[in-house]
T-cell receptor, first 109, second 115 residues
Framework: TQLLEQSPQFLSIQEGENLTVYCNSSSVFSSLQWYRQEPGEGPVLLVTVVTGGEVKKLKRLTFQFGDARKDSSLHITAAQTGDTGLYLCAGGSQGNLIFGKGTKLSVKP | DAGVTQSPTHLIKTRGQQVTLRCSPKSGHDTVSWYQQALGQGPQFIFQYYEEEERQRGNFPDRFSGHQFPNYSSELNVNALLLGDSALYLC??????????????FGPGTRLTVL
């Protein structure tokens, strides 16, 4: 069974701080997506990474896919209150997605 | 460009009843997947439809069934509802040529409450 473990489960920081959240698995995935989800809404796609070692930047967000395609990280620089939400990683497996439980981020002013 | 739409937004049912949820994929997408997200959990894959057939299925009982129409829209049906079926049901679509992956775009979800 393929599983994705996300850490930390909860993170509360002050505005302006940097943070990193992790997504780890013992399985190899063909791709990995990061989503951000607000309460009661659907996940919104942030990025897709498909190549081992790939790094993608989206403004203050930096995503990295591990060389072995088993893990990924999301780094946020100078967090803002608008970054608050649930961050989900999802591994692509035979056409469907396997999700982690998410990291709940709270950025306080 | 309309994204993925789902209806209804919220639904309240009682145990033993049946429910139908609906999804329209993003324009140009032909594959629809359904996920169940319980409170505090990540989404769990239910099944995926392509060319009006169920292509893949997750670990969900036969009480969960679906359908895809020629216009690529889809329905999720759940029979004999249990309290544990209370969750946010998410529909996701993906474009042709990628075998249903790797990227899927999600709708806003239907919040189902079973009393």
């Amino acid at each position: 069974t393929q599983l994705l473990e996300q850490s930390p489960q909860f993170l509360s920081i002050q505005e302006g701080e940097n943070l990193t959240v992790y997504c780890n698995s013992s399985s190899v995935f063909s791709s990995l997506q990061w989503y951000r989800q607000e309460p009661g809404e659907g996940p919104v796609l942030l990025v897709t990474v498909v190549t081992g070692g790939e790094v993608k930047k989206l403004k203050r967000l930096t995503f990295q896919f591990g060389d072995a395609r088993k893990d990924s990280s999301l780094h946020i620089t100078a967090a803002q209150t608008g970054d608050t939400g649930l961050y989900l990683c999802a591994g692509g497996s035979q056409g469907n997605l396997i999700f982690g439980k998410g990291t709940k981020l709270s950025v306080k002013p | 460009d309309a994204g993925v739409t789902q209806s209804p937004t919220h639904l309240i049912k009682t145990r033993g009843q049946q429910v139908t949820l609906r999804c329209s994929p993003k324009s140009g997408h032909d594959t629809v997947s359904w996920y169940q997200q319980a409170l505090g959990q990540g989404p769990q894959f239910i099944f995926q439809y392509y060319e009006e057939e169920e292509r893949q299925r997750g670990n969900f009982p036969d009480r969960f069934s679906g359908h895809q129409f020629p216009n690529y829209s889809s329905e999720l049906n759940v029979n004999a509802l249990l309290l544990g079926d209370s969750a946010l049901y998410l529909c996701a679509s993906s474009p042709p040529g990628l075998a249903g992956g790797p990227t899927q775009y999600f709708g806003p979800g239907t919040r189902l409450t079973v009393l």
